[in-house]
Each structure stands twice: as structure tokens, then as C-alpha cells.
């Protein structure tokens, strides 16, 4: 997933936050009870850690809670603040989009701009929620991609999972206990008490919107009681969400993990994490307040922070499988999936927020050609060829997505193209031998081979696969980077 304001948005900001972060605005201050590692808070008579381990735990905190920080941001924006470009709708209520994403939308990383979106953020406090979907004609893919706070992808709803028939599908958060109701087919639970629900709807083609639109209408979503005809419990209490944006979280990170984790009750995985950062004043279980240690404290901050984004940035770098210059792993996934690999969902999170787990959709990503060197639109024009019979394997349908390198946001461009699909396959150009070219540069390669066309920025690229429901007999891509079907490399265009 993700979107679009005048200036780039916090999760841009968030990625560059290593070489960006600057000294933190308040650290230290009159009211600091703790001013060295051996004095103890005598409200609390508890220690804080040496300035090493705090900076240990603080940097571990990063890792841990850099996913959490960045979903608040895109939840803030989507459902909070009425006033962004980018809000979708309150709580509990869905917003379509009956249209697919462009280079204007910039409040999530990396965006699909193969399906039109509908989004639901759900309030799960006061009682569960109901989501019901339309019958969808056999052909046609789509699916609802439920994700927590932790970024745990704990549920689908859609082609792969349930099918496409009509159905009534529940939704609970981490403190409901209760059998399924009659009506529903299944219970999904949620992690924390606020959740995304993000339906993708496949388009074939610009003239397909309206029948897009007609099943988007079908999408509905109430509260568990109005489902069953019962009076509603009470209303959860009023929450006075922390404003955020890229230049306050170099500033408050921790504040706003602070604020988030008292939603997310921590599993059995997070207990160690937790527990180092309730040492440091992080967290619901926190003896004293972050603000309250020592400058000498404080001032481990900004490096922590610079160093867990290093971990985030060398993990991508050197632990995903390298095929043909592709980069492919599987980051994505439930709560048992990660089993308290925060580096991995860190990772994951980075490389495109909100992704799949690897059996609804595997994504082949690179910034290099076929022997290694950046792509840069500025400098070379590229060649991505598909031989005949050797597309990607999927039941759905499969696509090639162009970023800009430096923000990992769709492009501007003359033609208005920010990807080419299976779908366009009836308007593109084949070689004489049967196999498929296409060409990734700045400017036009031609009338001829115009409909081949993916446009480039002027600088660094970042290119995408989208292979959704990808088959798993051979040939396949599954399981990500050790499949027998593989990507093949970007060309220089000598």
C-alpha cells in the first residue's frame, strides 16, 4: 500500500532518519530526576540503566518499534487527521477509492498501483467489528488484507482464502473473549486494539473502473451489535491521538512508540523487549517517564536511532536472496511468522509498509541491473525481458512497478504509466521469437516501442514485481528466493 501532501510525508522522512536525525529538541532540563547511571528515582526507587545499556535498549527499541511508529503515522493521517490531504475516513467506516494510486500519493511507501484500494481502520476497544463482501465474478482477484498495529498480518479475506463468494467475516481485538456468532463464517483476531483492513480490487483495464466501483459498494462494515440486533456497549473513551510528522519523530520517536504500545498487548515474544524498555521509561509498564533520565541519557538517542537504521538498512542489503540483481524474501507475515524477529519486520516494514504475506503476493525488488550498478535514470536507459513462456507463475496476475529511488514513491511522468501488468499484455508488443521487452528510461524510446514504455525518473530507480497469488507447483517463485522461477536482471542499453 500507500500516499500525498505538498510536503514529503513522515514515512519518507522516517527512512532517511539515520543520516538525517539531528540532537533531540529537550533533552535534559531542570526536572531531570536521574542525573548519572547509579542514582535511582526515589518515587519509584528504581535504577536506571548504565548510558550504554540505554543506548543498547534504545537502539533495539528502534528496531523493535520502527514498523509500529510508521503504521501510527499512516493511521494518523488516513483516520485521524481530518485536515491531511491524505485522511480517508474516521474509525469503523470504509472509504473507496475508485481510482488506482499516483505519484500524488505519498503518505505510504512503495504504493500499489495496480488496484484500486478500499480502506478501513478499525477502533476495536468498545466491541468487534463485522466486515461483509459482495460475490465477486470468478475471474476477477481481490482480497482484504487484515493488519494490526505490530504490522502483523493476522487474517485475508478474498480469492485465495475464502473465495469470492458474499460473506460476513468478524473482527476482534486482543481483549475479546466470546464463541463466533451465528451468520459469521470466521473470527479474526487482531493484535491491537486499532487495526487496518486494506481491500485491493483487481482492475483489468481504465474502462473496468465502474464494475471496480459496483463491488467496492458491496464492502460494508458494522459494529458486532448491530449486527445481531443488540443494544451497543458502551463507547470507548476519548483518545487525544499525538500529532506526528517526519520532522517530530526525529524528535519523539519513543514518545510515540510510548503512546502506541498501550493498545498492543504484548504477546510472549515481546516480554524481554518490553521489559528493557520499561527500564528506560518506555511503555505501559514503565516506572518513570523516558523525559526523566539524565541528559547523559538523552544524548544516546540520536545515535541509537542512526544505528538501528543502519542494522535495518544492511539487513535488506546483505540477508535477502540476490537473483539476477532481484532482491526476494518473504517479510512479511502473522505474529507466529516473525516469533520476535524485529529486525525482519523492521525490514520488512522499510522495504514497502503493509506488504503480503509471501503466498497472496511476492515482490521481487531492486535498485541494480544485472551486474550490479545502480539504475539511474539519469544516466542509462534499461531493458527488463520476459522470454516466451516464462512469465511470472500466478494465479492472479503479476506486474512491474516504477519508484523513485530516493523516496520510493510513484513518478510523474509524461504518460501517466507508473506500472505495466499481465493485464496490458493484449497492448504490448512482443519480439519475434515470442518473448517480452520492456523499456525503463527517462525519455520516449519511440513509437515503437511506446506501449513497452516504463518511465524512469531522472536519478535513482526502484523497481518492484507484483506477482499476486503466485502458484506453488513448479515452476514457481515460492518459497521467495529459493523457487525455481527467477526474475531475470535489468539490461543496460548499450
Known amino acids: 500500500m ?15 532518519v539515520a543520516i538525517t536525525i539531528g540532537c533531540l529538541a529537550g ?9 548519572s547511571a547509579e542514582q535511582i528515582d526515589e ?36 483516520a485521524v487527521d481530518k485536515d491531511s490531504p491524505q485522511f480517508k475516513a474516521p474509525f469503523n467506516e470504509i472509504k473507496n477509492e475508485a481510482r488506482v494510486f499516483t505519484y500524488k500519493d505519498t503518505a505510504i511507501v512503495t504504493p500499489n498501483s495496480d488496484t484500486p484500494y478500499s480502506f478501513l481502520w478499525m477502533d476495536l476497544r468498545a466491541e468487534p467489528q463485522v466486515i461483509s463482501v459482495p460475490a465477486v465474478e470468478k475471474d476477477r482477484y481481490y482480497a482484504v488484507q487484515l493488519e494490526d498495529g505490530n504490522t502483523f498480518n493476522y487474517g485475508y479475506i478474498g480469492s485465495r482464502t475464502t473465495g469470492n463468494e458474499p460473506g460476513d467475516f468478524l473482527v476482534v481485538g486482543p481483549d475479546w473473549k466470546g464463541e463466533k456468532p451465528p451468520g459469521v463464517k470466521k473470527v479474526f483476531h487482531s493484535t491491537t486494539q486499532f487495526s487496518l483492513a486494506g481491500f485491493r480490487t483487481q482492475l483489468f483495464n481504465a474502462e473496468d473502473m465502474p464494475n471496480v466501483v459496483k463491488i467496492q459498494s458491496g464492502y460494508k462494515v458494522q459494529p458486532l451489535s448491530a449486527f445481531l440486533g443488540k443494544p451497543a456497549p458502551t463507547t470507548a473513551p476519548k483518545i487525544d491521538f499525538p500529532k506526528i510528522d517526519k520532522e517530530m519523530v526525529k524528535t519523539n520517536f519513543f514518545g510515540y512508540l510510548d503512546f502506541c504500545l498501550q493498545f498492543a498487548p504484548a504477546g510472549p515474544e515481546e516480554k524481554e523487549i518490553r521489559s528493557k524498555l520499561a527500564s528506560i521509561g518506555i511503555g505501559p509498564d ?5 523525559k526523566e533520565l539524565s541528559p547523559e541519557h538523552q544524548a544516546t538517542i540520536p545515535t ?13 542489503e546483505t540477508t535477502l536472496k540476490d537473483i539476477n540483481g532481484w532482491k526476494l524474501a518473504s517479510p512479511f507475515g502473522d505474529r507466529k511468522f516473525f516469533d520476535g524477529n524485529w529486525l ?24 541494480v541491473d544485472a551486474v550490479g550498478e545502480t539504475l539511474d535514470g539519469s544516466k542509462r536507459n534499461y531493458t527488463l525481458t520476459f522470454a516466451k513462456g516464462q512469465f511470472p507463475p500466478v494465479n492472479a496476475f503479476w506486474s512491474v512497478t516504477m519508484y523513485d529511488g530516493k523516496t520510493q514513491l510513484l513518478i510523474e511522468n509524461p504518460i501517466n504509466r507508473y506500472l505495466i501488468n499481465s493485464p496490458m499484455l493484449p497492448n504490448l508488443k512482443l519480439n519475434e521469437d515470442g518473448s517480452l521487452t520492456l523499456y525503463i528510461q527517462k525519455e520516449s524510446p519511440g513509437k515503437e516501442h511506446e506501449a513497452n514504455w516504463l518511465p524512469a525518473p531522472s536519478g535513482p530507480i526502484y523497481l518492484v514485481m507484483r506477482l499476486y497469488w503466485p502458484k506453488t507447483e513448479p515452476p514457481s517463485v515460492l518459497p521467495a528466493g529459493e523457487g525455481a522461477w527467477q526474475p531475470p536482471g535489468v539490461q543496460q542499453v548499450k
Open 344 to 367: 525482519l519486520r523492521s525490514a520488512g516494514a522499510k522495504a514497502g509498509i503493509y506488504g503480503n504475506d509471501s503466498v497472496e503476493a511476492t515482490y521481487p525488488i531492486t535498485r
Open 286 to 290: 514503565k516506572k518513570f517517564d523516558l
Open 43 to 78: 518515587s519509584t526507587d528504581v535504577a536506571a540503566p548504565s548510558i550504554e545499556e540505554t543506548q543498547a535498549i534504545l537502539e533495539e527499541g528502534y528496531i523493535y518499534g520502527l514498523p509500529i511508529v510508521m503504521n501510527y503515522a499512516v493511521m494518523y493521517e488516513y
Open 2 to 16: 500507500r500516499i500525498e501532501m505538498n510536503k514529503r510525508s513522515f514515512l519518507g522522512g522516517i527512512l532517511a
Open 27 to 35: 533533552c535534559g532540563g531542570k526536572k531531570d530526576t536521574i542525573s
Open 304 to 316: 541509537a536511532m542512526k544505528q538501528g537504521d543502519e542494522q535495518v538498512t544492511k539487513y535488506l
